[in-house]
């Protein structure tokens, strides 16, 4: 089955720091979507992108689907940020691949 | 406001006394699934509906059930809860599968002792 990494598995930064998560997966998808887990658990959509850019405020994300890797930048982080970033794929099966996570903390 | 709401958030329960998580969606979405997280296992799926009455297993189904009686609701039961059941529960919905946005609740955190 498809596999999908992330890294790296942590990061610190100081608040107001830029960050770039990477996530690599080892075969075609039809979808990829980035999710932030907060403290309390919750899985917060990020981004629906299978392919091309997205913005969100400070948030942006690309998938390079053809070289089969997505990236998230976060800039001027702040401690709201903090969690496990994930990013999750689907390849036509009924299910959704989740990598292994990204921790981030943001020191204030 | 669209969402996947789940019930409750969080429970603790003691081994074998049945319990029903709720999970209902107001997009009108054909597709639901159950997920499980566990440290160092990551997210798991446990069942999956692709509509009114057709459900299918996932990765990690024993000891778990489901039923698909309306679409907007898609109940996870566990007829006899062990420990090894303890986990961080989330439900998922979608238009369609694969190729289209998945929304997730809010997890149901259970411990079962």
């Known amino acids: 089955g498809i596999q999908v990494e992330q890294s790296p598995p942590d990061l610190i930064l100081q608040e107001g720091a830029n960050s770039t998560l990477r996530c690599n997966f080892s075969d075609s998808v039809n979808n990829l979507q980035w999710f932030h887990q907060n403290p309390w658990g919750q899985l917060i959509n990020l981004f629906y992108?299978?392919?091309g850019t997205k913005q969100n405020g400070r948030l942006s994300a690309t998938t390079v689907a053809t070289e089969r890797y997505s990236l998230l930048y976060i800039s001027s982080s702040q401690t709201t940020d903090s969690g496990v970033y994930f990013c999750a794929v689907c390849s036509g099966t009924y299910k959704y691949i989740f990598g292994t996570g990204t921790r981030l903390k943001v020191l204030a | 406001e669209a969402q996947v709401t789940q019930n409750p958030r969080y429970l603790i329960t003691v081994t074998g006394k049945k319990l029903t998580v709720t999970c209902s969606q107001n997009?009108?979405?054909?597709?639901m699934s159950w997920y499980r997280q566990d440290p160092g296992l990551g997210l798991r799926q446990i069942y999956y509906s692709m509509n009114v009455e057709v459900t299918d297993k996932g990765d990690v189904p024993e000891g778990y059930k489901v039923s698909r009686k309306e679409k907007r609701n898609f109940p996870l039961i566990l007829e006899s809860p062990s420990p090894n059941q303890t986990s961080l529960y989330f439900c998922?919905?979608?238009?369609?599968?694969?190729?289209?946005?998945?929304?997730f609740g809010q997890g149901t955190r259970l411990t079962v002792v």
């Open positions: 998922a919905s979608s238009l369609e599968q694969a190729n289209t946005e998945a929304f």
């Open positions: 992108i299978p392919s």
């Open positions: 997009m009108n979405h054909e597709y």
